[in-house]
Structure formats: structure tokens, C-alpha cells
RNA sequence: AACCCCUUAGCCCAAUCGGCAGAGGCACUUGUCUUAGAAACAAGAUAGUGUAAGUUCGAAUCUUACAGGGGCUACCA
């Protein structure tokens, strides 16, 4: 009888859920090790066979490190906060709660039978009243604290109100708005409550602001930047556009340095390190102030234009200013004259959708304003011009316009016919393009002419500085996040408006829970869908739009007696939740903190977190940002909330196809070999086409139609499931060849449409989920994308059925032994011991996979069933096949469930010692011979012995030997 | 356009410090078993590492250029 894994896998899934095999506690004595899963948004699909990919990986290291004496926190939880429960909520009118609630089960049972050691009683979900009350107490941490520059840290709002009290805000180096004034202590206190309330809104790590956003009426919503991708939104793709709204926004620029500064201390891709250090974009340079020189609005026009230039070496090859064409100042810089052309330039940017913006990027486009600013270097006039190219959101949106050295300002010049003026001698081939080179010496350069790019930058700084016109200055191209979304299914905001300034509820009054509303969708005159709440007003006393634990059940709140003041109608992002998460594990069901001291200063940080790398940008910028808010809260010990990250790759579908023959009524297939033709003729039918087997494709006219991948097989179609697969192809007829339906293949994303999405619940019901476990890490490296294919999964099944008949002989009786193991069985499991360590130490889960495989089939060839060695390969299976390994575990006579929890079998070289080791010997590095020598010979003897040697010899064909390498226990070389 | 990753047998992938290119799996071939097929078991065949150059006693591994595939960002002054 052959393994039963239905049954087996299913007996100790119970067990391990009954005994609570998994429940971890803290416990000092013990060294901790903290593995995280990136936990999933539970959409209605389900799980697919890409999934479960790093949290299979995951539960291997969770197990390997059990083995080896760590306490180990797995848990997983769900970001159930987000777009896609509200859509469907719009389309069906059902609360997104119900829908989330049932999505979560699918997921939680598809992801217990694949057999994880989390601990599930430490589930969280984002959506949670009881966790996203946390959420938002941290959301009045940022508002109640400011970025103290000095302190290079986040402190207490309530310090610096004493602060301006005292000495006003002149003395104090903190993060502001750009445009916050300075004040005395008598300006302070003199100024009203309102006036004092927006000031320090200027301050605060989250304030509500009047920006440009990612603005998306498809979604009606705002967008963060990295939630938009080529000009639509990440999720529906629907057009966006810049609008200007009153948004709440987290002042995440204040941590620019050190969220870059930290990159180093983790152990992440370079990739991912990358992206983040390219997406906050710090670049040093210098602030210059060009004098307007054409005032034509006394009140309106600016006096001087501020560029931000990483090449202050070039501002005597300025030869014209560009501005973006958004700024507000434009029409105070436009003369009559050129009022119409920029009008109509004006009008034009603003008409077109980022997607026209970005196809067009090489074209030149821009008008001239008509006025000029002052060069403060040479003081020659430069013409200011509008163009496209330069962004209104980063830096001042205004460019000085460098020709010779930029190559997008050499395009403009070229196009405007502006001069292009050289200024260093290494500069070449500037009529041709621009030259941005930092060697030679500075030309037509006033004050640095002869001298080189570094003193020259410090000299120009240092005039800037002293004329007050500028100075050197660390640019971000990192935005402020928006953090608002004008939506219902998210956390609401635990702040109401009074006079139109914000302020925080109490902390008592938290949660802030959601709101009844009818529809999920903005009310009438344009509102978020929270506008629909009835009594969704702030009253001090009696907080009104509650409703207690059962956020759904249909009770309304009280109605709202008129008073109060409105609550934020916005809801928190999705990236709010997942910014915190990994604490709330440490102590889930916490009523009074967001997890106690005991546990965070146990558990401290993530030791290895699993996930995407679609995140790089969003969810993993986010929470090293509050991660660190949080450290200068004193709340957490780590800096960094995750040492050691890794990407999991994608898991790309494999589609199948069948093609279908066009123009070819059944009936006209008198040409065709009728042989080939497997038919169950009913020619008059109707249709069902014929379908033609790839390779012999070519021969006809087809049209590829998708076909299900699990009626596929090695790429041979099943066609009686092809038949029943579709109603329009019960009829279908075939050209086979060599008696087979051959499908093609493509390699695309796995997706329903395509009809190549592999379910794993399938997998694990036709082989087990040990086997799919194993499968998946043996697909390849980690990190690697690799399209899914189903048909090597039989290797992995028969290495499961390999390892139950080193146990069972044919007849079921149990063949294991208790005699001494032999140094040949000794040495082949302590190779895979050695192997199995190493690569898990190093991640590397795809090579494990083979060295078992090498194991088992060695100790096959040895026919070895002793005791001894099925026990410690028994261990070393468990973290991959946690099964198998407890049935064979209670089977050698272990107490049920303490597998997870024994020793990880202790590797003695002493097995591997080899008395002679053959070596290679190459002659001119062509191996040449092999000539075997005592593993401790000497280098020296051993050239001895091969310098006389007849083989090389006869290779030496009487030549000098020049000289012998040898590398023990390696290769010997011999040149001549 | 920049940056990052990848390219080894028909396919998926090993080769950890530069030291005999092959461990494992799929598919394939042959055999054992079988009425037959499947399964199982056993045996076997297959590449010289994308291309070109360089460094080295020795290169899949290091360097440079090019080609192909993937990812990420996208006028960042």
C-alpha cells in the first residue's frame, strides 16, 4: 500500500490545531527569532498557486530555526482594509465588512492545508475595530509630535508651544512648511487661537494641507505617488489628474535622511536599496535667487526667482530661466505682448493627460514670458521662459537653463535659438550636444575662470551665502504622502474640524469607529462617502457616529442632535494598517497599548521578512518611517523594524493554447488524413471547430484560443475534458500527431482571463501539501520570477513515497531496524546534514530540496532502514514536509507533535573524512590524469610524485616544466 | 534613457574561496514487472556555460563591450 497522504496530511493539521502546537509565548530563556510574512490583502479570488511561494519559504526558516533552540514568532493576519471590497460594495450594495469577513475564511482555510506553523492566535486584521484603533492612536502621535532638527528626532508639539511662548520660533531648528514666518515670543502670544493652531499645524508630523494631488475620478479618490504608475492608478488603471485638494499628509520628508541613512544597516537587496534611495531622491546642490528685471504687477510679481542646480559651476553659461508652466506666479511674468501665446501654452500643458506628458518627452515645447531676471553672477538679462519639461512639484519649479552643460536645456536652447555659452576647456562637441563634464577648467566664468569644479562650487557657494542670495542646499524629490482617500472602507480619522482647524478626539474616545452609511458611494455634492453618516459629528461629551463592536449589524447611531463639530469625512490610506502591523503580533489582543513593552522589547524587530517587491516604494517606506517615529517616541527599540528582507519572485502563469483552424467547417475536411482525425462525428453539430496540435500548426491558418491549464497535461490536452471544459466545444474534432493533442505554450501573468491560474487547493487534494511545499522551493532560487508548471511535480511526489518505502516494504510491514548504523550511511546523512544547514543559512531553499533527494535515493541504493539515520533525516525533512515527518516521527516511536521542537541533527565532520583524495592533473590546465594521494600529503611531495610521473611525461613530450601548482584537496596544475 | 537582476543539457536548475562543468528533478530511450497501459523499479543518452575580448598557471565564476530576457524608475534641474 502506497502512502496515504490524504490522510495522514489531514490527522496532523488537527492535531497540530487541537494541541496548539504552535502557540509561541515569550520566554527570556530562550534566544528569540522573529519571521515575517508580507500578510495579504484577502481578495475574492482566493489563493493561487503564486502565493504561498515565501510563505512557504518563510515556514521553513520558522521551522529550521525551531530546531535549532529559537523561540520562534510565524504569525500571519490580513490587511483587509482596501479598494476592492468597496467596489464590490458599490456593485452589490453589500456592507465590505461581510464580504472581507468571508474572502478571510477562503484564505484561512486554503492556508491551513498547506500545513503553516503560524500562530493563528495571534491573527490581526487591519480592519479590526480592536487594531485599528491603534492605527489611529499612532496617527495622534504624528500630529501631536514635530521633527526637531537639533534633536534629529520627533518631539512633543506641546514642547515647542512653550518654546514659541518663550523665544518664539527663530531659536528652533525644526521640520516646517516652507513658508512658516518667523515669530517672536510677543508675536506668539499675541496671536489668537486659530492663528496659533495653524501655525503649528506647519509643524506637526500629519496635518491636513491644500495640495496638488493624484486625483482619480474613476476611483474617486486621491492616489499617492506610488500608488499611480504610468499616468493611471496601480489598481483599475484609471486615468488620474493633478488637482489641487485639501489633503491630510504625513511629513515623511522629515525622515528623508534617515530613512536613506538606515538602508545601511539592513541586510535588503541592492535592488530594493536602490529604489528606495532613487525614490527619495536626495541631491546637494545650491539655492540661487535670480532678480526679477521686468516688474510688471507691483503687488503680484515676484522679486526674484529661487532654482535649486546641482551645477552651481555653471551659472555663467545660463542663458535662459525656465519655469513650469503650473506656477502661480506666471501670469505676474507674462507681458502683454506674450499674454496671448502664454495663455494659449498654458492652456495647452493643462489639456494634456500624463500619459500624452510622458509619450512626449522628447519633443520641445515652451513660450517665452516676455520679462527677464538678472544673472547675480554677471548680472546679464536672462529671458524667463515657460516650458513643460520642468515640474512644478520638485524643487522651486524653476530650472536655470545651462545649454552647454545639460542636454534638455541644450534641446530648448537649440529650439528657441538661444545662445549656448562653454564654460569648462574639457567641454567637446557642444554644437552637436550638450557636455556635462566636471574636468578642465572653467571659461567665460568670471570669478572661477582657471579654476577647477570643486574649488569653483566653493567659491560660488560661498559668494551666494554672503550676499544672502542663495545657499548650498539638500534637495528630496520625496513628496509629503498624502494620506487621505475619499473613500469608506478604511480607517476613519480620529479628528474633527473646528473653525476649519483640526483637532484630535481624546484618546479614551478611540476606537473612531466606521460609521452605517446607505451607499458606499460620494454623496451629492461631492463628498466622501462618510458624508452620508448620520451624526457623523464630534460632540466632546457624547462622541457621536459609533457603533459598537458589531461595525455591521445595521444599528444606526443616535441621530445627531445638531450639535458637535464634523468629523474628517477621509479615510485613512491602505498603507496606514500595514505600517505598524508587526507589533501587533507580538501582543494581539492588548487592550491598553498598541502591544505591551514586555513583548516589543522581547521580540524587538523582524529578523526575516518575506514579500513582493512590488512594496519597495509604498508599504516598505512607510513603515521604516513610522518605524523610526515610533523609536523617537521611545515606543520601540530598533531603528530599523527589519534586518534582513527578502523578495520573493513572481510566480508567472504558463498558459496553454489550442488552435483553431480557421474557415474550416467540419464537413470540409475531406483533405486532411481522416486517420488523424479523432472524431465523434456528428459533422452537422453544433460547430466545436477543429483544432489543430501545435506542432503541425504551421500548416494551417488558426487562431490561439486559451484553454484551461488543468485539463492539460505535460502539454498534451486531455480532450475529453476539452469537450465537457466548454459548451461550443463539445463537437470539436482534432488533428492530433503521434496520436497526441499537443498545446502551445506562453509565459504571461497568472490571471483568470488566461485561464492559467493554478489553484493550490487542487495540488494539495492530487498530491499533498508536502509535496507542493516541496515543489515550490524546488522550482528555483527564491528570488527568482519562474512560471509556474505543473509538470515536474511528480519528481517531488516520488521523493515522498521514495521516503515512506525506506520505512514500509511493498507488503506494509514496517522495515525499520534498530542496528548501528554502517560509515557509509553515516557519511551520506551527515553530507545532507552539512548541505541542509548551509543553504538554509544562506536562503538557498531550491538546493535543500536536491540534497534530500540525494539522501533518500542514497540510502535506497544502501538499502538502509535503520533507526539511527531515518531520525535525523526525519528532522531534516520536517521543515519542508512537516507531514510526513510527524507520522514518521510518532512511527519510530516519538511522542506525537514534538518534532517541531527536538534538536536539528548535530553534523561530525568525522563521517566525511576521506583517507585519499583523487586528484585531478591537469597539464596546461587540460586535465591530464588522475593520480590519488593521502588527504594530508604535503604540496610538496605531491609535486614530487607528479613531476615524475610517466603521464606527464609523455604530455611534456621532453619540455621543461616551469612550474607545479597544487591546491589540496583541489587540482594540480602543471606549466610548461 | 538610467539603474538593478538574469542567460549552463530539450526544459527547470546545481557547481558556496577562481580549481575535473553536473548534484537533483521533468521530459526522453531501453529494460524489469504487467494480458496491455499506467505506476514502480533499474539502466542510459544529452551541454562546454548568450557573443567577443581581457586578467590568470587555471574563468560558468573576476573585468569590459555587445546581444537577448526580466524588474524598477521615468524630463528630478
Known amino acids: 500500500m502506497e502512502y496515504n497522504y490524504r490522510e495522514v496530511e489531514q490527522k496532523w493539521r488537527a492535531f497540530w490545531e487541537e494541541n496548539e502546537t504552535f502557540k509561541t509565548e515569550i520566554n ?101 475595530a480592536k487594531y485599528y484603533k491603534w492605527t489611529q492612536w499612532i496617527f495622534m502621535q504624528l500630529f501631536n509630535h514635530y521633527y526637531d532638527k537639533d534633536a534629529n528626532k520627533a518631539l512633543k508639539i506641546s514642547d515647542l508651544v512653550v518654546h514659541f511662548s518663550e523665544s518664539g520660533n527663530k531659536s528652533v531648528n525644526a521640520v516646517c512648511d516652507e513658508d512658516t514666518p518667523n515669530f517672536t515670543s510677543e508675536e506668539w502670544n499675541r496671536m489668537s487661537e486659530y492663528e496659533q493652531q495653524s501655525m503649528l499645524l506647519k509643524y506637526r508630523l500629519t496635518y491636513p494641507d491644500e495640495s496638488v494631488v493624484n486625483w482619480c475620478p474613476g476611483l474617486g479618490t486621491v492616489l499617492a505617488n506610488d500608488e499611480v504608475k504610468d499616468g493611471v492608478s496601480e489598481r483599475g488603471g484609471f486615468p488620474v489628474e493633478q488637482k489641487k485638494m485639501k489633503q491630510w499628509a504625513m511629513r515623511i520628508t522629515a525622515y528623508a535622511d534617515r530613512l536613506i541613512d538606515g538602508l545601511n544597516e539592513v541586510d535588503w537587496s541592492d535592488s530594493l536599496k536602490d529604489q528606495q534611495r532613487n525614490w527619495i531622491g536626495r541631491s546637494t546642490g545650491a539655492s540661487v535667487r535670480f532678480a526679477v528685471d521686468t516688474i510688471l504687477d507691483k503687488e503680484n510679481t515676484p522679486q526674484f526667482i529661487e532654482v535649486f542646480t546641482t551645477r552651481v559651476d555653471t551659472i555663467y553659461g545660463v542663458s535662459f530661466m525656465v519655469i513650469a508652466p503650473e506656477l502661480e506666479s506666471v501670469p505676474f511674468l507674462t507681458t502683454p505682448e506674450q499674454k496671448e501665446a502664454v495663455d494659449e501654452y498654458v492652456k495647452w500643458v493643462a489639456s494634456r493627460s500624463e500619459l500624452d506628458r510622458m509619450s512626449e518627452v522628447k519633443k520641445v515645447s515652451g513660450v517665452f514670458t516676455g520679462s527677464y531676471v538678472i544673472n547675480p553672477f554677471n548680472n546679464e538679462k536672462v529671458p524667463i521662459y515657460l516650458a513643460d519639461y520642468v515640474l512644478a512639484g520638485y524643487g522651486t519649479g524653476a530650472v536655470m537653463g545651462v545649454p552647454s552643460g545639460d542636454q534638455r536645456d541644450w534641446n530648448f536652447a537649440t529650439h528657441f535659438n538661444l545662445p ?76 474633527y474640524f473646528k473653525d476649519g482647524l483640526p483637532y484630535l478626539i481624546k484618546e479614551s474616545e478611540l476606537p473612531l469607529t466606521l460609521p452605517v452609511i446607505d451607499k458606499y458611494l460620494p454623496t451629492e455634492t461631492g463628498e466622501p462617502p462618510l458624508g452620508r453618516a448620520e451624526g457623523w459629528m464630534y460632540s466632546p461629551l457624547t462622541p457621536r457616529g459609533r457603533i459598537s463592536d458589531s461595525q455591521f449589524a445595521g444599528e444606526s447611531s443616535p441621530p445627531g442632535g445638531g450639535g458637535g463639530y464634523p468629523y474628517e469625512l477621509s479615510t485613512m490610506p491602505g498603507w496606514a494598517g500595514s505600517s505598524w502591523y508587526w507589533y501587533r503580533y507580538m501582543d494581539a489582543h492588548n487592550e491598553t497599548e498598541f502591544a505591551s513593552q514586555e513583548s516589543i522589547n522581547y521580540w524587538k524587530a523582524v529578523d526575516l521578512y518575506i514579500g513582493g517587491s512590488e512594496h519597495a516604494t509604498g508599504h516598505l517606506l512607510y513603515s521604516r518611517f ?37 474557415n474550416s467547417p467540419l464537413t470540409s475536411r475531406g ?61 470539436a474534432e482534432f488533428i492530433l500527431e503521434d496520436g497526441k493533442y499537443v498545446c502551445g505554450v506562453e509565459v504571461e501573468k497568472m490571471s483568470k482571463s488566461k485561464y492559467n491560474v493554478v489553484n493550490p487547493d487542487i495540488l494539495v487534494d492530487k498530491v499533498g501539501a508536502d509535496t507542493l511545499r516541496l515543489y515550490e522551493m524546488f522550482l528555483g532560487p527564491l528570488e527568482q520570477a519562474k512560471p509556474w508548471n505543473t509538470n515536474g511535480i511528480d519528481g517531488s511526489f516520488r521523493f515522498i513515497k521514495k521516503v515512506w518505502r525506506l520505512f514500509y516494504d511493498d507488503q506494509d510491514t514496517l522495515k525499520v531496524k534498530d542496528e548501528a548504523p554502517t560509515p557509509a550511511e553515516l557519511k551520506v546523512l551527515h553530507t545532507a546534514i552539512k548541505k541542509v544547514e548551509e543553504d538554509l543559512e544562506r536562503y538557498s531553499f531550491n538546493t535543500v530540496v536536491s540534497t534530500l533527494m540525494i539522501c533518500v535515493n542514497d540510502l535506497g541504493t544502501l538499502k538502509c532502514s535503520k533507526k539511527a539515520i531515518l531520525r535525523e533525516l526525519v528532522i531534516l525533512m520536517s521543515p519542508y514536509t512537516p507531514h510526513i515527518a510527524e507520522e514518521l516521527w510518532t512511527i519510530l516511536g516519538n511522542e506525537a507533535g514534538t518534532i517541531s521542537y527536538t534538536n536539528f541533527p548535530t553534523f561530525n565532520p568525522v563521517y566525511l573524512v576521506e583517507a585519499n583524495f583523487e586528484y585531478p592533473i591537469s597539464i596546461n590546465g587540460k586535465v591530464r590524469a588522475n593520480l590519488s594521494f593521502p588527504t594530508d600529503a604535503l604540496p610538496a611531495d605531491i609535486e614530487a610524485v607528479v613531476r615524475e610521473n610517466e603521464i606527464v611525461m609523455k604530455w611534456l613530450e621532453g619540455k621543461e616544466i616551469k612550474k607545479v601548482i597544487v591546491v589540496p584537496k583541489r587540482i594540480v596544475n602543471v606549466v610548461m
Open 626 to 662: 513610522w518605524n523610526k517615529f515610533l523609536k523617537d517616541l521611545g515606543l520601540v527599540p530598533e531603528e530599523e523594524f527589519a534586518k534582513k528582507l527578502i523578495n520573493q519572485g513572481m510566480i508567472q502563469g504558463r498558459s496553454n493554447f489550442v488552435y483553431r483552424v480557421k
Open 420 to 495: 549656448i555659452v562653454p564654460i569648462l576647456d574639457a567641454q567637446k562637441d557642444i554644437d552637436t550636444q550638450a557636455d556635462n563634464t566636471k574636468e578642465g577648467k572653467y571659461i567665460n566664468s568670471g570669478m572661477i575662470n582657471g579654476l577647477e569644479y570643486k574649488e569653483a562650487t566653493k567659491v560660488l557657494t560661498q559668494f551666494l551665502e554672503e550676499k544672502g542670495i542663495g545657499k548650498g542646499k539638500i534637495q528630496y524629490r520625496l513628496r509629503n504622502a498624502v494620506f487621505s482617500r475619499q473613500r469608506y472602507w478604511g480607517e476613519p480619522v480620529p479628528a
Open 671 to 731: 483533405g486532411i488524413l481522416d486517420s488523424n482525425i479523432e472524431s465523434e462525428s456528428s459533422p452537422s453539430g453544433g460547430g466545436g471547430g477543429l483544432f489543430v496540435s501545435a506542432g503541425l500548426r504551421h500548416d494551417y491558418e488558426t487562431t490561439p484560443i486559451h484553454v484551461d491549464v488543468n485539463i492539460v497535461n505535460n502539454d498534451v490536452l486531455d480532450i475529453e475534458a476539452f469537450k465537457a471544459w466548454r459548451e461550443d466545444f463539445v463537437n
Open 28 to 128: 527570556p530563556s530562550k534566544p528569540k527569532y522573529y519571521v515575517l510574512d508580507m500578510f495579504p490583502y484577502p481578495s475574492g479570488a482566493g489563493l493561487h498557486v503564486g502565493h504561498p511561494l515565501g510563505y512557504i519559504a518563510s515556514d521553513i526558516i520558522a521551522r529550521y530555526k525551531r530546531l535549532k533552540g529559537f523561540n520562534v514568532l510565524h504569525p500571519m493576519g490580513f490587511d483587509s482594509f482596501g479598494l476592492p471590497a468597496e467596489q464590490y460594495a458599490i456593485q452589490t450594495g453589500q456592507h465590505p465588512a461581510i464580504t472581507t469577513e468571508e474572502n478571510i475564511a477562503t484564505y484561512i482555510r486554503q492556508l491551513k492545508q498547506i500545513g503553516f506553523s503560524y500562530d493563528w492566535s495571534k491573527e490581526v486584521r487591519t480592519s479590526d
